[in-house]
């Protein structure tokens, strides 16, 4: 089976000029990445802030062009810096970002929002448009009265919400998921992720999932991918990477998030006592 989406070597160089006293450097984001992701699974990529993590989601989605190596949609090579992208393509990866409200235009009602892809990229009519954009907001929890409402009248929960159902419009093959549960609450967060798993298997969309927080990746991924100043150190299957972690960092990492396991709060109440 051909992957959804394939990475083969990528790199990222950012180049910062010079100035009459500092010279010139060159900043390496991505240092030869490669993976792949197959139809209805969860690729997480896991690591500090600062690793790349951000930087390769933009190539990925088409946003900023690899400097070199190859990446590959449907077994179609894409890049943006020698070639134009067709609609077809543009339309088979979508994001979704960490902070709902700053992606979502405050002047513009839901209905605007949700319509707008379709407006961009198609020739949908405008009544099979407000019909899609309210069949997508009850697919993600939310209901028809929300269509012509504003972003600011809706819970960090339910904006992240229309940013799923945003990009959900255009049908696309793979989401890019940049720290989509970060910035809400537990609890929120658990919804939003049970919402996440819901559409996959309904849609088989394919997910790239980047993340920081352990916990949210041992819940969602299928394999997962740890980077370390650009370069990924570790890649494999869930179960391989969280029980039997091979790169020192990968170790540390995990060592340094707290577990949220009755068993685990009780010995880290008996090591504090204890000291």
Do not use: W
């Not at 900043?27 to 951000?54: M, N, P, R, W, Y």
């Not at 904006?159 to 696309?172: E, G, K, T």
């Not at 999932?209 to 570790?234: K, N, P, T």
């Amino acid at each position: 089976m051909t992957p959804v989406l394939e990475a083969r070597n990528l790199v990222r160089d950012y180049h910062i000029p010079g100035s009459l006293l500092k010279k010139g450097k060159t900043v390496h984001a991505v240092k030869g990445v490669s993976f792949s992701v197959e139809q209805g699974k969860t690729l997480a990529i896991v690591g500090e802030s600062g690793c790349g993590k951000s930087t390769l989601a933009r190539i990925v989605t088409m946003i900023d062009p690899a400097t070199s190596g190859d990446m590959l949609v449907d077994g179609v090579k894409v890049d943006i810096a020698r070639e134009r992208l067709t609609p077809e393509m543009r339309q088979k990866v979508q994001i979704v970002f960490q902070n709902p409200y700053g992606t979502l235009n405050p002047r513009k009602k839901i209905g605007e929002i949700l319509t707008e892809p379709l407006i961009i990229n198609t020739k949908m009519k405008a009544d099979d448009r407000r019909d899609k954009a309210m069949a997508m907001l009850k697919k993600v929890g939310l209901e028809e009265k929300h269509y012509g409402r504003y972003p600011h009248m809706f819970s960090g929960g339910q904006r992240q919400r229309v940013a799923i159902a945003r990009a959900l419009m255009l049908n696309p093959r793979l989401l890019v998921l940049d720290e989509p549960v970060s910035a809400l609450d537990l609890s929120v967060q658990a919804q939003v992720l049970n919402l996440l798993a819901d559409l996959q298997d309904e849609f088989q969309l394919t997910y790239v999932f980047i993340s920081h927080d352990l916990s949210v990746v041992r819940y969602i991924a299928d394999d997962v991918m740890v980077m370390y100043y650009g370069e990924a150190v570790e890649y494999g299957s869930r179960e391989e990477v969280f029980s039997d972690p091979k790169h020192s960092y990968t170790k540390t990492l995990f060592a340094a998030t707290p577990r949220a396991d009755v068993e685990s709060i009780k010995a880290r109440l008996a090591r504090k006592n204890a000291a």
